[in-house]
C-alpha cells in the first residue's frame, strides 16, 4: 500500500512540475478474498465464509431462529458502524435536566431526543448528526468556528469545530461562509443518533428503534449505509478534508 501511494505522489509530482512521465505506469493492488468474508463464519455446523452458502442470503431464518438472529446481530456490529457515524470527537456523557436528556462534553451541551435515554443520566455515548441536518440560526444554541469550506458544485460542505468535537455542514452554497467565522448552529433532537460508547448500540435515532438490528447486506458489502438507512447523506462518506490530502 506505500509503495502504491508513493508511486502514486511520484507521477503526479512529475506532471505538477511540468515534466510529466509520459504513459505512466499507474500501480494496481490486487486483494484476493474467501467468498463471503466478513460475514458469518460457521452456522449449524457448516461452513458459511468460503462457500456457496455466502451466496445472497446467508442467514435466511433470521426471523424465526435465535441462533440465527444472534449471528445477524454479530455479524452487522462486527463493522463498528456507529464509529463510523458517530461524530469525530463525539463521545461524551448523558445528563439528566428537568426539560429532557442532553448529551454533554466540554463546551458542547445540546437537548437529546427523550426516547430510550430515560433513566442514562451518566452514560457515556457517542453523537452521530448528518451534515444537512444542521442549521444556521441566529438563536442556535451551538458556537461552531469555520476551518474549511469545500464548493462541491450547487452545494458546499463545510468543516467546523466545536469545542474538542469536529462537525460537517452541508449548505447551499448561496449561504457565504468562510474559514475563521463563528456559526450559530440548531438540530432537531431527533434526527440526532446516539450510540453507547462500549456496546455501540442505538440509544436514540430519529429512524430506528433501539436494539433493532440493521438490514443485512451482502457479506462482502459491509454497507456501512445500512445502519440509520444510511445513505450518502450520512456523516460516514469521506470528509473534503480528506479529498485535500
Known amino acids: 500500500m506505500e509503495w502504491a501511494l508513493a508511486e502514486i505522489s511520484r507521477i503526479q509530482n512529475a506532471a505538477r512540475s511540468g515534466n510529466p512521465i509520459v504513459k505512466p505506469r499507474w500501480p494496481v493492488l490486487i486483494l484476493r478474498t474467501p467468498k463471503g468474508w466478513s460475514g458469518p463464519k460457521k452456522l449449524h455446523g457448516e461452513f458459511i465464509e468460503g462457500s456457496f452458502r455466502s451466496h445472497q442470503v446467508p442467514l435466511p ?24 457515524i458517530a461524530t469525530k470527537g463525539g463521545e461524551g456523557v448523558v445528563e439528566g435536566a428537568a426539560g429532557g436528556s442532553r448529551f454533554a462534553r466540554g463546551d458542547m451541551n445540546i437537548a437529546l431526543a427523550a426516547s430510550g435515554l430515560a433513566g442514562d443520566s451518566g452514560r457515556e455515548v457517542m453523537l452521530g448528526i448528518r451534515p444537512e441536518d444542521l442549521r444556521i440560526s441566529p438563536n442556535g444554541e451551538l458556537r461552531a468556528v469555520v476551518e474549511l469550506v469545500s464548493p462541491q458544485g450547487s452545494e458546499q460542505y463545510v468543516n467546523t469545530r466545536i469545542g474538542g468535537i469536529e462537525i460537517m455542514l452541508r449548505l447551499d452554497n448561496h449561504q457565504k461562509v468562510a474559514p475563521g467565522d463563528t456559526l450559530h448552529l440548531t438540530v432537531d433532537p431527533s434526527l440526532m443518533h446516539v450510540f453507547d460508547r462500549k456496546t455501540g448500540e442505538s440509544l436514540a435515532a430519529g429512524s430506528t428503534a433501539p436494539g433493532h438490528p440493521m438490514t443485512p447486506g451482502h457479506p462482502m458489502t459491509p454497507g456501512h449505509q ?6 450518502h447523506h450520512t456523516v460516514t462518506h469521506l470528509p473534503p478534508r480528506a479529498h485535500q490530502r
Open 61 to 84: 431464518e433470521a426471523k424465526t431462529s435465535k441462533e440465527e438472529l444472534q449471528a445477524l446481530q454479530d455479524w452487522l456490529r462486527s463493522y463498528a458502524h456507529y464509529e463510523l
Open 226 to 231: 445500512t445502519a440509520m438507512s444510511p445513505d
